[in-house]
């Protein structure tokens, strides 16, 4: 029988942005573990918890959602899901929820590997079902849990009294953690690493609207990738770096009239949702094959951090993406399509994200509506495989596509 | 001289095929009751060339549609179910412009503008409730062909309320139901409601524009275009031609493409 050959790709240009970016998120793991070697205290971070918190304070969080993700990605989904879910967890939870809490009971993961936690940071500044993940992690590991609670905001502003609010349980984060780690708060630290968020921030909302150039001088689905080092090491000066690489690589691109995405660009859409991993290649291809680019998601906007000081970074914290009412939420939308010439919104109906997809039938239906594009969804999940048909998503997308074609033709 | 194109659409439990003369005329029809992964889809070829008289050479362009569309190598170009249902729906009914169509597996409604052009639409979950397969699935509980669904329900003076959207769980409520003898064209009826509630929901959501058609397997089954109708609130356009549809949308984006490939050839 013949051996299956593996394609080899070649070695990525380490000066290149895409191989700073993967060393940044791959160290970030090795760090953790390596902490954890030395007896230093690791935690486990909520992706909208502030991560300045746990730079400032030079500590090593490792973050359930990307680790899920990237189990999900290389095939470990349903397996893990399995084993929450025989410890008696709905399979209506999340299903990060569900490969984190199983991964928290011993179960195996070489997918992703983290090192376990010794106290858990949770802001349900993302969703609620936060909360009871986190908690139920904390008693099952019997671990403290820190807590912040940011209030859905059912205005375009953040109000003075949610500051306060807010702040007040950032710094009682603070102290909590100075207690539990023996790390002590400091201002100057934190100043930097909020000057570098900022840098990282702005590099990054620049890389993302040279999308408005067409065609995109990249594919997409590049920022899912790249998002994850947005999401857990934006304060760190190599992820800086590294984002000032990806805009300058961007620009350059734009200027040879080439592009990351491989193929003619003749259709430009807006992808709502959190990617489809265990579906990645399935979903990605399903695009390219048809000429789609999707040139912009709500992550190009979301993981911009620019604040000047730490009651704006406490404002900031709470206009995150879902956390957020449906008319503002709609806008930054609207304006991500049209920013972007997109000429249709595909959007993932996560079976896991009760918040998210729920909001999405009335949300794109406005955007649709008020950008005159067709809005196209499809079932899915953004970690448990048995909830994704491929037959089902390609007829969408292909129906998505004859109605844009017919668009351009009329 | 007269351009001949097929379309063929081969959905999970038929197969359906068109001949049309001249984008206008329909030259041949023909339905099996066999669908993706048999040997349905080349039966419909071989049948409708032999209804016709014409031979493979004659045909200028052929266009496959639906589940089983990509499997099929017989045709020049493929197109989804959507735009095939969407065509063919404005060549029966020309001031149609919103159009249901539930086939075996789906249920799909699609909005389309004057010309016809499909402008959007939304098609069921992963699900089967409200898609022809709820409807065999009932139907073989009570011991009836789907084609006497319709007969049933025309007898019922009442319909009984079939509360599960799930289809497994229906078929739970309609055993019990059963066992405590329930008036069978009254069972029938609700299970017609059901599936008419379930894509009324679906249509809904698209914004009803008059006039409606039905189109697909489930079209045919006039107990479903009744409460649907009712569901809607507005008059259900419906042709015998409904279940092929699809294969008649495809026949005539294969008339499209053959002249304007002429065109483009001089």
Redesign the interface.
Known sequence: MAEEIKKQRPPLDPNSAKYKLNMIAKKAYDDAFAAKERGELVGWCSSNFPVEIPETLGLYVCYPENQAAGIAARGGGERMCSVAEGQGYSNDICAYARISLAYASGAQADEQPVPMPDYVLCCNNICNCMIKWYENLSRELNIPMIMIDIPFNPDYEVSDSEVAYIKNQFLDAIRQLEEITGKKWSWDRYREVMEISGRTSRAWLEATATAKYTPSPFNGFDLLNHMAVMVTARGKLEAAEAMETLLKEYKENHEKGVSTYRGEEKYRIMFEGIACWPWLRVTAHGLRDRGINMVTTIYADAFGFIYKDFDDMCRTYAKVPNAINLEYARDKRIKLCKDNSVEGLLVH?NRSCKLWSGFM?EMS?QI?KECDI????F?GDQADPR?F?E??Y???V??LT??MQ?NKE? | MSCYTMGIDIGSTTSKGVILKDGSEVVSTYLIHAGTGTKGPGTVREELLKSSGLTNEEIAYTVVTGYGRKTYEEADAQLSELSCHAKGSHFLFPEVRTVIDIGGQDAKVMKLDEEGRMTGFLMNDKCAAGTGRFLEVMANILQLDVSQLEEEAARAEEALKISSTCTVFAESEVISQLANGADIPALVKGICRSVASRVGALAKRTGIEEKVCMSGGVAINGGVREALAEELGTEIEYSPLAQLTGALGAAIHAYERATAKERKDG
């Open positions: 109906t039938y239906r649709g067709p809005v196209v969804s079932d909830n048909s037959a089902q390609d007829t969408r292909q129906g004859e109605i017919s009329a």
